[in-house]
């Protein structure tokens, strides 16, 4: 088995690195103004892959911060790099493939239109991952602002027939609260389908690390981490050392 992968993620409003916290746009913290510099920390820490979440996209329901990513991914040609945030339709996907961005998040639009994830998956095989942000086990969409009745679970095993390469889990209740990972539910999810899982949301410290690595056997492919890397309580290449050792 693949060891975890340990992903730094660097969230982007208005051309700055932040972290939000629970997903409010109007309680974030600036960590840096230049989104390359800001992935040569992570890339010079021995990170494996990149997330990148286009905050203002993600409200817009289209790509507002384009030119960073397309930047980060013109320094860093064989860094593979997932993008969320306002992708919702075949052109933004096949514009940022061109610019080589490997994975592409679809979120809300999976939730809406799960047949769009279907038509993605057989457009671009490989390069895409379903995002699933929930409260207590129940999808939100549109910047964490809607929480709909539908199970998380249900939606994974949804997509299990169209070739989804992963999803990304958020706990959102946890999400830039320094909490601690929520284990139960990520295995939960892994459990629900065939497609393995990205853990994201409270990843705090080592111990989470170390929570997730021990469960990783059931699915789980990585681990996001944010406010923690940017605070200092995780280091990412301690992490990534101790998932390649484990």
Request: with cysteine; charged share 25%; aromatic share 6%.
């Amino acid at each position: 088995m693949l060891s975890m992968l340990i992903i730094p993620a660097i969230d982007l409003k208005d051309g700055a690195c932040v972290r939000l916290r629970q997903g409010l746009m109007d309680d974030s913290t600036v960590y840096g103004d230049d989104p390359v510099v800001m992935a040569k920390r992570w890339v010079d820490a021995g990170t494996r892959r990149l997330h990148l979440v286009d905050l203002n996209g993600a409200f817009d329901g289209k790509p507002i911060n384009g030119e960073a990513v397309m930047a980060i991914a013109k320094a860093y040609p064989s860094l593979p790099i997932q993008i969320g945030g306002g992708i919702r339709d075949l052109k933004t996907i096949e514009h940022y493939i061109a610019a080589g961005v490997n994975y592409l998040i679809i979120g809300t639009k999976a939730v809406k239109e799960p047949e769009f994830v279907a038509e993605a998956c057989k457009e671009f095989p490989g390069h895409i991952i379903v995002g699933l942000d929930a409260k207590e086990g129940l999808v939100a969409t549109d910047g964490w602002a809607e929480v709909s009745n539908i199970k998380a679970t249900e939606l994974a095993k949804r997509f299990e027939q169209d070739g989804v390469d992963s999803i990304v889990y958020t706990d959102i209740s946890r999400d830039g609260m320094m909490q601690g990972v929520n284990v139960e539910q990520t295995v939960t999810m892994a459990q629900a389908s065939s497609i393995p899982v990205i853990a994201s949301g409270g990843i705090t410290n080592m111990d989470d690390i170390k929570a997730l690595k021990a469960v990783a056997q059931e699915g789980i492919l990585g681990a996001i981490t944010g406010r923690a890397i940017y605070e200092g309580t995780l280091d990412v290449a301690e992490a990534q050392t101790y998932c390649d050792d484990a």
